[in-house]
Nanobody, 115 residues
Framework: QVQLVESGGGLVQAGGSLRLSCAASGRTGSRHTMGWFRQAPGKEREFVAAITWSGDRNYYAGSVQGRFTISRDNAKTTVYLQMNSLKPEDTAVYFC????????WGQGTQVTVSS
């Protein structure tokens, strides 16, 4: 089992920044990918960003490309999502994921961007 704990959500004005963290614990190992999805009220969960275990490949949704940056600290098995130039449409619950032979999800952290 892998446990994921997110932190860093909150309320910010449009144009502001937030940094999310996701710490993985338990039976973590190599050959996995971590990242973030988000779900806004009344909408389906959507992909935001992902990073490979080695950190050599990042993936972003088009809607956040150029504004969000995903990174990781393998020593701590922690993934970060730096979110800049936030927009009201970025408001959602952000979920961390860890995927290997199966998928694991965090409990989610709320991000609210006011206009």
């Amino acid at each position: 089992q892998v446990q994921l704990v997110e932190s860093g959500g909150g309320l910010v004005q449009a144009g502001g920044s937030l940094r999310l963290s996701c710490a993985a614990s338990g039976r973590t190992g190599s050959r996995h990918t971590m990242g973030w999805f988000r779900q806004a009220p009344g909408k389906e969960r959507e992909f935001v960003a992902a990073i490979t275990w080695s950190g050599d490949r990042n993936y972003y949704a088009g809607s956040v490309q150029g504004r969000f940056t995903i990174s990781r600290d393998n020593a701590k098995t922690t993934v970060y999502l730096q979110m800049n130039s936030l927009k009201p449409e970025d408001t959602a619950v952000y979920f961390c994921f860890y995927t290997t032979s199966r998928n694991y999800w965090g409990q989610g952290t709320q991000v609210t961007v006011s206009s």
